[in-house]
């Protein structure tokens, strides 16, 4: 398995939970792990030349954030990865944001909404690769794009539970109107999802609660107030 972005918050988690499970896990991102995880093997470099480490894998974790250098230029690094992705017959996650799911069936997605102008860019910058992969992926690739409940992040890690729920691209929310997922048991979904072959060409979302539950106050048709965004801090950012 290969994390790109395997240094950040989501991918080192991910990292974390396929090496503890007896998987050969390889991690690329721009910037050395802080905390090494024993049996993973890390590897330095500019996101355009992920696709060097492609060929050879079964699955292929894409965790990048449009943020720093990769502003305006992550679609195209996703479709590179793609294309690698597919010529080697690996299956390819991609890491997407909560913005481009929906508040309700049928209503348009967040990122379509009224976003919070210091965030727009970002949430329409990751919708467009949602829009790329249903729409103009190759058909031969193996694709699952992961949406996050809203709140999600480092600065909201949470503890481990073993239990999350899986539902489209619908956001998940529980009794309460809360919409959360630690960063663990995002992880645990993540490769979950690709030891068992779950999800192929589909957007899904992964939050915790019970498999359905209320439209929360916050959202307000298509309005969000987001507790989670990926380039809100640096450590944040799944580089």
Do not use: N
Request: glycine residues 12%; neutral net charge.
């Amino acid at each position: 398995m290969l994390v790109i972005g395997g240094t950040g918050y989501t991918g080192a988690d991910v990292a974390a939970e396929a090496v503890a499970r007896g998987h050969q896990v390889a991690s690329y991102s721009r910037s050395a792990p802080k905390t090494p995880v024993d049996g993973v093997s890390y590897t330095q470099g500019a996101a355009e030349d992920a696709v060097r480490l492609v060929p050879g894998r079964d699955a292929v974790v894409a965790a990048l954030s449009p943020c720093g250098d990769l502003v305006g230029r992550l679609l195209g690094r996703y479709r590179d990865i793609a294309a690698a992705a597919d010529a080697a017959g690996a299956r390819l996650i991609v890491i997407g944001g909560f913005s481009s799911l929906r508040p309700a069936p049928g209503e348009p997605r967040f990122a379509e909404g009224d976003v919070p102008e210091r965030f727009r860019s970002e949430a329409r910058e990751m919708d467009a690769i949602r829009e790329w992969l249903t729409s103009a992926a190759p058909g031969s690739l193996d694709w699952t794009l992961v949406s996050p409940a809203a709140g999600y992040g480092a600065w909201a890690a949470g503890e481990r539970t073993g239990t999350y729920r899986v539902g489209g691209d619908v956001a998940r929310h529980d009794a309460r109107g809360g919409s959360e997922i630690s960063g663990a048991d995002f992880a645990l979904a993540i490769v979950d999802g690709i030891e068992r072959d779950a999800h192929p060409r589909a957007h899904i979302s992964i939050a915790t609660g019970p498999p359905d539950g209320p439209t929360p106050p916050r959202v307000l048709r298509g309005r969000v107030r987001v507790t989670s965004w990926r380039c809100r801090t640096r450590s944040a950012a799944s580089r």
